[in-house]
């Protein structure tokens, strides 16, 4: 989130898009209400009506993977219409940059496409830039190629004919959401986006959240209260679990991961650390070097010194352009290119996508380490239905797991608050929380490598790794200490002091840190910020319900990220009634500004807006994704239709699949698969299950897979309501039981009608007669940035079952 | 003055948080369900089931969806007729605990005989009790009296996280309800609060009863 839960009541217009948050943030969604009780304007748009349509103002209905097109529309709207807030445009974003000669875009390919790497040269998109290096600006964005000028040439192709066409949202529909979220277009009213897996599962996934970041900063809606564009995260810690580098293109605190063709740091550097020719932009991530020398010093201590690059060189390599997101780990497993593997947190063998492709792969590991509450469909893979164990190698190691109320630590919530939790209870029987699993587990391998020797064997031995986990000494490590005696203001810190900021991180060998977001949130002078529970503020800060001394939030506690775009540029907030920062003369009140700097109109001593980018503006143009710089609707991988009804290119250009045997993809417009499924959990289970349908009280209340799906399909199949559907894709066949609702309506695309059911993924053999992974029927095809897969939409067909096997 | 409950279905999500926290508030065993065609589980109230989330769907005259919530619990009549019907055959069956208003089954409701545990039922205008063949007694909310007594709110009232559920002393309640309506009336000018005279669990709708469940309002008799 760039804002947090409380500060959606600040909204005038909320959009729920790609997410259902009743259903799925049940305690968060009272904000909504609160801004609904405020009297804002609130609208779902989603190709089921759900529990969150039943509590907002209207209801949108959209078909799966026209979100684009959807957005596309509302930004020609916007600039049609002259909805947008100009003076923010022309201060905050790159609406006056011009773009280099070498941009172009035509008939749904832009410049630079190499069709046999099914990738673009993303430096034929680069800003036409001056004799220094700085881009040229035009700020009266008559210059053709300005990006204000391109992004309306762009967009002007989404009319509403064409738009209507392709979503199968009315005319009438697309206009009233329009309407009502383009009014936030002023300086004193704000909207906000709130979304989640319903915009990122798809193989245009970021850029729907991109298209989502054009409309906001066209709007003016981005740092203000009641703004900002929202990420609601499914998991209580997944904020947290991105922030420390869970993925695998990053290191802790959104640092690069090192490749082999930077073999020093020097080089890394280099490569990662961005210049920026305008005196009066931050360029924040020009402090990259000082975060990751200070996480390397964290994580080999003493042995981490500046003659030996901070032990950069014992840190694994990746191959440029080698994908090593899990979809490419489970095809290398079916290929025999991984012998063992742990799997923890996530229970692959219900929510991946195709999983009759992941549950033959995880087959061909000789031994699988799983840590579980209970068992599931992962840990006993090799007793699936229909398998005969005898044939199966792998051998299975299941530790018990301790619950989360079994555990203290912290959570980072969907508003990067972070959050003491105490442990409730001890873990029952032998149970371990993963830490106490895994610092025993490094602990015994040390002692393996100093007795044995092997290869490499430094890369372990001289991490600065603890004899036993605690938690808050962990919490304090992620914070930092001083490796040298160091004075920082008037104050001196002793060695293996806490460091207070992170603008005190240095790239000398004098600090460490495993997070230099997380740095301040454990200092000497308060010690655990995330257990403070103090509902203390300002009236300025009450009147927008930030409570500063409640926990701590990164970075550096500010509560709504770009800050600096909320007032004018001699910071003067844009709604002085809900102001979030005011400049008072000297200073900034409020919340913790973007940067101490005097505001942006102080040529000598005040910084652009936006401190994350190397230019300092928003990036309504952004030439660094795979995909393009600016969002432009594809079809998902399995489209439902044959054409596009304003482009040459039906799906994306550079999606990512794969093509083993068993990653089958329907046609275009397939006959044998005309009905577009959609995906998604649901309250009463959490996300696959795994954990909920061990919960009797749970399990009564959602107790079996069901399929949702129009009357008027049901009519067309000849399936009742609660009669047994058969469910088939290319890739694998499901039973469901028939959920027939007006709550879902046919679309009408291009003249002709398309059907969408949707499914949950919530049910998996190992409870017994609930059902079988949704997942088995969904895509093998991601998004060319993340690899996310498309699990919001693929195609299948359906017919009344004669018998059930799966749910009795 | 007796306690009483406003159910906002205004704001109400159908989460269920209100249908389990009862369930372990009163170490109910789960019932054995099937998907049926609906989200509602269990079908019905029943004796591990003292509360039920109701889903109820159909289309408004502008052709837009609309889908009824109706967390379903014993009313706490002002006046129960079951006590009295019980009263007739088994004195203190049930009892109209004064203090909190509470209706309550006793455990001499084991004693009352099949036909008479069903003419209470049948009393009921909410279609409330039901008999649980494995003690012989009839079950239904008992307003939670055990945490009323010590001065806590109900399980459901205190799991409610969108502000659906109000709890409170009766004339309080009567208020804010009033005031509630007035404010949802703006979006729902259908709006209305169901025999709020007499009962202690006034439910505020958006619409007609009947597009939330057959036993909602003494009038769907």
Same mark, same amino acid.
């Given at each position: 989130m760039t804002n947090h839960w409380i500060d959606i009541k600040n909204a005038d217009a909320v959009l729920i898009m790609g997410s259902n948050a009743a259903e799925h943030h049940p305690v968060g969604f009272k904000w909504v209400m609160r801004a609904k009780d405020n009297g804002a304007v609130i609208m779902h748009v989603d190709p089921k009506f759900s529990r969150t349509s039943a509590r907002c103002d209207f209801h949108v209905p959209l078909r799966s993977g026209t979100d684009i097109a959807f957005l596309g529309g509302m930004i020609n709207y916007i600039l049609e219409n002259k909805c947008y807030f100009k003076e923010y445009v022309l201060n905050?974003?790159?609406?006056s940059f011009v773009v280099g000669k070498k941009y172009g875009f035509d008939n749904g390919l832009f410049s630079g496409y190499d069709a046999a790497a099914r990738s673009?040269?993303?430096?034929?998109?680069a800003f036409e830039t001056d004799e220094r290096g700085a881009p040229v600006r035009d700020f009266?964005?008559?210059?053709?190629?300005?990006v204000f000028n391109l992004m309306k040439k762009h967009y002007s192709r989404y009319t509403l004919e064409n738009v209507s066409a392709t979503t199968g949202v009315s005319r009438e529909n697309l206009l009233k959401v329009y309407k009502a979220f383009c009014?936030?277009?002023?300086?004193d009213k704000a909207g906000t986006i709130l979304y989640a897996l319903g915009w990122t599962q798809h193989t245009v996934g970021v850029q729907n959240i991109r298209a989502s970041a054009l409309i906001q900063l066209l709007l003016g809606? %981005?740092?203000?209260?009641?703004?900002g564009i929202n990420a609601?995260?499914?998991?209580?810690n997944v904020q947290g679990s991105t922030d420390h580098a869970l993925?695998?293109?990053?290191? =802790?605190?959104y640092i690069a991961l090192p490749l082999?063709?930077?073999?020093?740091l020097a080089e890394f550097n280099k490569a990662n650390t961005p210049v920026t020719?305008?005196? /009066?932009?931050?360029?924040?991530?020009?402090n990259r070097p000082k975060y990751f020398a200070s996480l390397l010093k964290g994580w080999f201590?003493?042995? !981490?010194t500046p003659e030996n690059d901070?032990?950069?060189?014992l840190l694994p390599k990746g191959e440029k352009g080698e994908d090593y997101s899990y979809m490419y780990v489970m095809d290398k497993m079916l290929h025999d290119k991984m012998k063992g593997g742990f799997v923890f947190g996530v229970n692959p063998m219900n929510s991946f996508p195709n999983t009759n492709k992941m549950r033959a792969a995880l087959d061909h590991l000789d031994w699988l380490v799983c840590a579980e509450l209970h068992h599931s469909e992962t840990s006993d893979n090799w007793r699936r239905?229909?398998?005969?164990?005898?044939?199966k190698k792998t051998e299975v190691f299941l530790l018990p797991s301790a619950h989360r109320v079994e555990k203290e630590g912290t959570i980072s919530n969907s508003g990067r608050w972070l959050q003491w939790f105490d442990k409730a209870v001890e873990p029952g029987g032998q149970a371990r929380n993963f830490a106490d699993i895994f610092v025993p587990l490094i602990n015994k391998l040390r002692e393996m490598y100093a007795a044995?020797?092997?290869?490499?064997?430094e890369a372990l031995l001289k991490q600065n790794w603890p004899a036993r986990y605690d938690a808050e000494e962990w919490a304090r490590r992620i914070n930092g200490f001083f490796w040298a005696d160091t004075k920082v203001g008037d104050k001196t810190y002793k060695r293996g002091q806490l460091v207070p900021?992170?603008?005190?991180?240095?790239?000398?060998?004098s600090t460490s840190s495993l997070n230099w977001l997380y740095c301040?949130? #454990?200092?000497?002078?308060?010690? /655990?910020?995330?257990?403070k529970r103090d509902l203390s503020q300002t009236p300025m800060q009450a009147a927008i319900g930030l409570?500063? /001394?409640w926990s701590w939030c990164w970075p550096v506690n500010r509560? %709504?990220?770009?800050?600096?775009?909320?007032?004018? %540029?001699?910071?003067?907030?844009?709604?002085p009634a809900k102001a979030v920062i005011q400049w008072d003369g000297s200073k900034w009140v409020g919340?913790?500004?973007?940067?101490?700097?005097?505001?942006?109109?102080?040529?000598?001593k005040g910084k652009l !807006? #936006?401190?994350?980018?190397t230019n300092g503006y928003a990036q309504l143009?952004? =030439?660094?994704? &795979?995909?393009?710089p600016f969002p432009e609707h594809y079809e998902p991988?399995?489209?439902?239709?044959?054409?596009?009804p304003f482009s040459g290119?039906?799906?994306?250009?550079v999606y990512k699949f794969h093509s083993s045997e068993l990653d089958k993809f329907a046609r275009a417009a397939d006959p044998d698969y005309p009905i577009v499924l959609t995906t998604y959990s649901m309250?009463?289970?959490?996300?696959?299950?795994?954990?909920?349908?061990?919960v009797p009280n749970l399990l009564e209340a959602e107790p079996q897979l069901y399929i949702e799906m129009s009357r008027e399909l049901a009519r067309e199949k000849g399936i009742k309501n609660g009669d047994g559907v058969i469910v088939e894709s290319p890739r694998g066949r499901v039973e469901a039981i028939a959920m027939v609702t007006i709550r879902l309506r046919p679309f009408t695309v291009m003249g002709k009608t398309v059907h969408l059911v949707g499914m949950p #993924? !919530?049910?998996?053999?190992?409870?017994?007669?609930?059902?079988?992974?949704?997942?088995?029927?969904?895509?093998t095809a991601y998004d060319?940035?993340?690899? %996310?897969?498309? !699990? &919001?939409a693929c195609c299948v067909n359906i017919r009344k079952a004669d018998k059930l096997t799966e749910i009795l | 003055m007796p306690k009483s409950f406003l159910i906002d279905t205004t704001r109400c *999500?159908?989460?269920r948080g209100c249908q389990v926290a009862c369930k372990e508030w009163h170490d109910h065993p789960a019932n054995v369900t099937k998907?049926? $065609? *609906?989200?509602?589980?269990?079908?019905d109230l029943n004796p591990y089931n003292f509360k039920v989330v109701r889903f109820r769907e159909h289309l408004g005259a502008d052709g837009q969806v609309i889908w009824n919530f109706f967390p379903e619990?014993?009313?706490?009549?002002?006046?129960?007729v079951c006590v009295d019907v019980a009263d007739m055959t088994v004195p203190g069956a049930m009892v109209h605990d004064?203090? *909190? $208003?509470a209706v309550l089954v006793t455990?001499?409701?084991?004693?009352?005989?099949a036909e008479d545990a069903q003419a209470v039922i049948d009393a009921c205008p909410y279609n409330i009790p039901r008999y649980d063949p494995a003690t012989g007694r009839l079950t239904k909310c008992d307003m939670c009296i055990d945490r009323v007594a010590n001065g806590m709110a109900p399980m459901c009232v205190k799991t409610?996280? *969108? $502000?659906?559920m109000y709890f409170g002393e009766r004339a309080e309640v009567l208020e804010t309800a009033r005031k509630r309506l007035e404010a949802v009336k703006a979006d729902f000018p259908k709006a209305r609060l169901v025999d709020a005279d007499d009962v202690n669990v006034i439910y505020l709708l958006a619409e007609e009863p009947e597009h939330y469940h057959d036993f909602v309002a003494f009038a769907q008799r």
């Open positions: 905050y974003t790159n609406a673009y040269n993303q430096s034929a998109w009266t964005l008559s210059h053709e190629r300005c009014a936030t277009g002023k300086p809606n %981005i740092g203000v209260a009641g703004g609601l995260r499914g998991e209580p993925l695998y293109h990053t290191l =802790p605190g082999a063709q930077w073999q020093t020719a305008l005196k /009066n932009s931050a360029n924040w991530w020009g201590g003493d042995a !981490a901070f032990c950069y060189g239905p229909g398998v005969d164990p005898k044939t044995e020797g092997g290869a490499l064997p900021a992170f603008g005190n991180l240095k790239d000398d060998g301040g949130s #454990f200092t000497e002078e308060e010690g /655990n910020k995330s257990k409570y500063p /001394n509560r %709504i990220l770009y800050n600096r775009a909320s007032v004018d %540029i001699n910071g003067k907030p844009y709604n919340d913790v500004p973007d940067g101490p700097w005097a505001p942006q109109a102080d040529q000598e !807006a #936006f401190i994350m980018t143009y952004g =030439p660094g994704l &795979k995909d393009g991988a399995e489209p439902p239709v044959e054409r596009h290119q039906l799906r994306s250009p309250t009463e289970h959490w996300c696959g299950g795994g954990e909920t349908r061990n #993924f !919530a049910y998996g053999w190992t409870t017994p007669n609930c059902g079988d992974s949704t997942n088995r029927l969904t895509v060319p940035n993340t690899t %996310i897969p498309e !699990a &919001k | *999500t159908a989460c998907q049926r $065609g *609906t989200h509602q589980n269990p079908p619990q014993c009313r706490h009549c002002v006046t129960p004064r203090a *909190t $208003g455990e001499k409701s084991a004693k009352l005989s409610c996280p *969108t $502000g659906a």
